[in-house]
């Protein structure tokens, strides 16, 4: 019995996800997370779907880790599944209800090691801020070139050093702003940002 079988192919297909959101999530390309308005203890301060969310072990670590998890315990519990099948019956589950079996097994698995891996990872702070005490903090341009009316995606930390990604435009008409660049967000007008690059930055007389 290999992976490569086709009662196989869910769980292999699982692994190359896996294996695709673990290099992503390494490169730091991908900053999915999902706040949980829960205190430490994991009481819920919101409704059931942040209660289940919680159960679940999101909000302890961030998405595409949860995705990690749970895609290599599926891969585990479905070829196990298939393997303990083709030893009792001489034959192995149809692929679909081997898939379901091993999601049923795999999420409380993951929920469980979710928990106290959450504790270990540095993440975000998932306190909510308004959006307007992001002005006078760095951030920096991460794809696109920003032009006046034709913003560009940038990444701020805000005070608990939670990460978001604001749209930007350059304070200066004439700026340009590229990818890589630090910048100052500086003014915030109908929930859109405006920057001035550090190195360009001038501070006017008092």
Known sequence: MTLLEPYNAPFAVALVLMLALL??????????????????????????????????????????????????????????????????????????????????????????????LGRILPQDETTAVDTATLVGRRATITDGVERSGSPARARVLDLHGQAHHVMVEPHEQTSELHAGDEVLLVRLEANQFYATALAERRLSPN
Do not use: K, N
């Open 23 to 116: 290099v992503i999530q390494l490169l730091g390309v991908l900053d999915i997370d999902i706040d949980v308005d829960a205190d430490g203890d994991g009481a819920l301060h919101a409704g059931p779907v942040d209660g289940l969310l919680t159960l679940l072990g999101l909000g302890r670590v961030p998405l595409t880790v949860w995705l990690v998890v749970f895609l290599l315990l599926f891969a585990a519990v479905g070829v196990g599944i298939q393997q303990l099948a083709d030893t009792f019956t001489g034959a192995p589950l149809d692929r679909i209800l081997a898939a379901v079996l091993a999601a049923g097994g795999a999420i409380p698995a993951t929920s469980v090691i979710a928990r106290p």
